[in-house]
């Protein structure tokens, strides 16, 4: 068992980045997703794997070009190497089990823009699915920064966080995207989460 934050639980802390053929989960599907185990530092878990596939989209006559969060030429690699949607999913349940959570325990994601994230996921893993293995208590980096802007305010005080957008936090940060793909971002997320950690009198 990975030495975890003592009030989780057991739950297990994860950095989880998604990149998407689009904008609407009603119409567009998850392509790349990361998942990243963290222990009690809350840096990368020693001994566990990050979860990261490809998945080739279900609804390829959707994809929109312009809004999708992967390249053409990603796109196109995903669409030849890529795992079908199901086949993902059975890969993502094997990483699930992989992890030995006690039952009942969770995934407790880390990410930044939750609300955007989660109907994706419920997409493509169904209901039932995400509700045995993604707790409720998610770590969002976007209302993190935007509570911290209103107590910030409310003091009359500048607003740490001028645009709580993932880029900006992570450059407030002195971090920045190391790739161009779901791994970079969850390494962004994991160090701009400590530095918003670290700097608790903008959270407290």
Not at 81 to 91: C, E, S
Not at 108 to 113: A, E, G, I, K, T
Not at 153 to 173: D, E, M, Q, R, V
Request: aromatic fraction near 10%; glycine fraction near 4%; charged fraction near 25%.
């Amino acid at each position: 068992m990975i030495h975890q934050l003592q009030h989780l639980n057991y739950n297990m802390l994860c950095a989880m980045s998604i990149r998407t053929s689009g904008p609407n989960p009603n119409k567009h599907d998850i392509v790349q997703i990361c998942i990243v185990a963290l222990d009690h530092r809350i840096q990368m878990a020693d001994k566990i794997p990050p979860f990261m596939v490809d998945i080739k989209p279900r609804r390829p006559e959707n994809i929109d070009y312009k809004l999708c969060e992967v390249t053409k030429k990603q796109l196109v690699n995903i669409g030849i190497n890529g795992l079908d949607a199901y086949d993902a999913a059975d890969r993502y349940d094997e990483w699930f089990e992989f992890l030995k959570l006690p039952k009942r325990k969770r995934i407790v994601p880390l990410v930044y823009n939750w609300s955007k994230m989660k109907p994706f996921l419920l997409d493509w893993l169904g209901f039932e699915n995400c509700d045995q293995t993604l707790a409720d208590q998610v770590r969002d980096l976007l209302p993190i920064a935007v509570a911290a802007n209103d107590k910030a305010c409310a003091k009359g005080k500048p607003c740490p966080y001028k645009k709580p957008t993932f880029s900006y936090l992570a450059h407030i940060a002195n971090c920045y995207r190391y790739a161009k793909d779901c791994g970079g971002d969850c390494f962004t997320l994991i160090q701009t989460y400590n530095y918003m950690l670290k700097h608790e009198s903008l959270l407290l």
